[in-house]
């Protein structure tokens, strides 16, 4: 039952991922191509908001569910890890045409395929849980 919030949350996001089609490969194609501005337009929202929410979360010092100190790392130590991690994320959404929120709202939509990168997007998870001890923090 405490996860209800969690299921709703995921819901809203499925509806507007599907509403706004930034699930679709075509409009993530276009991206890629500069074709069309619709996908940096949500990507450009997503980001001025995500910056409000992280200026929000230093001025007030807000803590997450637990309780615990929301952390962020120092830019010194951040930025070689942030290039080669999303280099990584943008390989693998540019080959498979959606990140991992679009992946789950593809299978909800039939595009059974989307079963095999979710697949592997669980198997890149289990990779870097047994490799983390191992990687520059």
């Not at 679709?24 to 997503?46: C, D, K, L, N, V």
């Not at 409000?52 to 309780?67: A, E, P, S, T, W």
């Not at 890890?81 to 789950?104: D, E, H, K, N, Q």
């Amino acid at each position: 039952m405490k996860f209800v919030k969690f299921l709703i949350a995921g819901a809203l996001f499925g509806v507007v991922m599907a509403k706004s089609e930034a699930f679709s490969w075509f409009r993530i194609q276009e991206m890629f191509r500069f074709q069309s501005f619709h996908m940096y337009g949500i990507i450009g929202t997503a980001v001025i908001l995500g910056a409000i929410g992280v200026y929000f979360i230093k001025k007030y010092n807000m803590r997450d569910l637990n309780g615990n100190p929301i952390m962020f790392f120092p830019k010194d130590r951040s930025t070689k890890r942030y290039l080669i991690g999303g280099t990584i994320f943008g390989l693998g959404w540019a080959l498979s045409g959606a990140c991992p929120g679009p992946m789950v709202v593809n299978i909800g939509y039939g595009y059974l395929t989307m079963i095999i990168v979710f697949g592997f997007a669980i198997v890149g998870t289990f990779l870097y849980g047994a490799i983390k001890d191992k990687l520059p923090h």
